[in-house]
């Protein structure tokens, strides 16, 4: 079965940095579009940054030159460097693993991240 597993969630000061980490199991990892989304209270579950299956990546502009997606297929695992924190990117952030045309894909259990002073 699916499993995707996320760590490295915590609390951190503005201007501090987090590492998440997300081991999957039981798919072809390679073949599938991997991406962190995050959830805060009275937002709805945006994407923060994917990457392919060919490495090329996206990033919602709000986190753009802040935070990079990279991923290593030969350990199956995708992670989300998170450098200049703010408040606002205080959430519970899910890792995500997705073929095309599959749907909404298979999600991880989620990490908090908290971003306060």
């Not at 490295?8 to 501090?16: N, S, W």
């Not at 998170?82 to 259990?109: H, I």
């Amino acid at each position: 079965q699916v499993q995707l597993v996320e760590s490295g969630g915590g609390l951190v000061q503005p201007g501090g940095s987090l590492r998440l980490s997300c081991a999957a199991s039981g798919i072809r990892f390679n073949f599938y579009t991997m991406a962190w989304y995050r959830l805060a209270p009275g937002n709805q579950r945006d994407m923060v940054a994917s990457i392919g299956r060919d490495g090329s990546t996206n990033y919602a502009d709000s986190v753009k030159g802040r935070f990079t997606i990279s991923r290593d297929n030969a350990k199956n695992a995708v992670y989300l460097q998170m450098n200049s924190l703010k408040p606002e990117d205080t959430a519970v952030y899910f890792c995500n693993a997705r073929l095309l045309g599959m749907g909404s894909g298979d999600w991880g259990q989620g990490a908090q991240v908290t971003v306060s002073s």
